[in-house]
């Protein structure tokens, strides 16, 4: 872990200096990105092994799981080693949720991110849901909204840290005590990147009618049991009613789809994603990391080293939580449960942090 530790914090030099194409690490992984904290992983190991007992297994080797939450940690102390985090952003469906479901009253994560809100911290909800009106998603968040308008002790200000992205990164609405729904829509001026204001309708229509072909010919050829269901600024399938499609399907779906995207002309000039939402395919305009830019932009321009985006879908192919990567640190999530216990870990290093 340590040897690791310090191939990234070579990078990281690199990095600064505009080499990083020369560091160690770029050489023995060409495909490695950008890192915006350095990534203890030795102290994070040990964390996490006072937790897991890893070194203590005799017969079991260090698993997937206990990498992802080794380097979790190792993310949260990273953040923590260049002062408070500032933004929290969050996947939807499997993060904050069971798949399909909603944020109810009762769910555990409501009281964590309203003491995030407390500590004066901004909190995004960056969903695939594409909606243009409030109570859709009231409908999905309502556990949320309803408990930070009625927590006395919050501030206006501090109530007004929470914000919806829809679409990934196309519809943007504020919390709003005085709305029916507790969300208003924000002006677009308001957070709209330089380069998402150069995005054409005409564009947007033609890559969507590509995606949409692109769809129904995935329905034909593997005999979905799905609809075509055409939003603003997205396209996909979602199943019939009392049906469910096949993973390996939704899988070759997403890259038929995101192929046939990349392939064209429009491919090139506006960012997409295409996802597998579980039951479902869309492919959107924009991504994460455009939406948590945009997040970053609103609320004054917070550092991407400043700022985590919680998620559960960071697999290459069909996943939207993984573009958030280019835009700010990143922490991987498998349920709802962990992403309380991550929440719970991040107070308690700060708490820690603020005794030394």
Not at 60 to 74: C, G, H, K, Q, Y
Not at 260 to 285: K, Q, W
Not at 308 to 331: E, M, V
């Amino acid at each position: 872990m340590h040897d690791v530790e310090s191939l990234i914090d070579d990078h990281i030099s690199h990095q600064k200096s505009g080499t990083s194409h020369r560091s160690k690490l770029k050489l023995l992984v060409p495909s490695i990105g950008n890192f915006f904290t350095p990534l203890p992983l030795a102290d994070a190991f040990r964390y996490q092994d006072k937790k897991r007992f890893i070194s203590s297994r005799r017969f079991v080797p260090p698993s997937f799981n206990d990498i992802r939450n080794i380097l979790n940690t190792a993310q949260l102390l990273g953040l923590l080693h260049g002062g408070k985090v500032e933004l929290i952003t969050f996947d939807g469906d499997v993060t904050l949720y069971d798949d399909g479901a909603s944020l109810t009253v009762e769910n555990p994560v409501i009281p964590r991110i309203i003491r995030l809100l407390r500590q004066g911290k901004r909190i995004g909800i960056v969903t695939a849901a594409g909606y243009t009106e409030a109570f859709r998603y009231y409908e999905r968040l309502h556990g949320l909204l309803d408990n930070v308008n009625s927590t006395p002790d919050l501030t206006s200000d501090q109530k007004n840290s929470l914000i919806v992205m829809g679409g990934e990164s196309n519809f943007l609405f504020r919390f709003d005590s005085s709305s029916p729904h507790f969300l208003s829509p924000v002006e677009r001026s308001e957070w709209l990147l330089d380069e998402m204001k150069l995005w054409k309708d005409e564009d947007i229509a033609e890559l969507l009618d590509i995606a949409e072909t692109a769809l129904r010919d995935c329905m034909t050829n593997l005999n979905l049991p799905a609809i075509i269901v055409r939003k603003p600024r997205a396209v996909g399938i979602s199943p019939l009613e009392g049906k469910r499609m096949q993973r390996e399907q939704l899988e070759e779906t997403v890259l038929v789809a995101q192929q046939t995207v990349e392939l064209s002309s429009v491919g090139h000039r506006l960012p997409f994603c295409a996802f597998n939402g579980g039951n479902d395919v869309f492919i959107d305009i924009g991504d994460k990391s455009w939406g948590v830019l945009a997040c970053q932009r609103y609320f004054g321009g917070i550092a991407r080293s400043k700022t985590l985006h919680i998620g559960d879908q960071f697999l290459s192919a069909g996943s939207n939580d993984f573009k958030a990567r280019l835009a700010c640190t990143t922490s991987w999530v498998s349920n709802p449960g962990e992403t309380v216990q991550l929440l719970d870990e991040l107070d308690a290093l700060e708490n820690e942090d603020i005794s030394k």
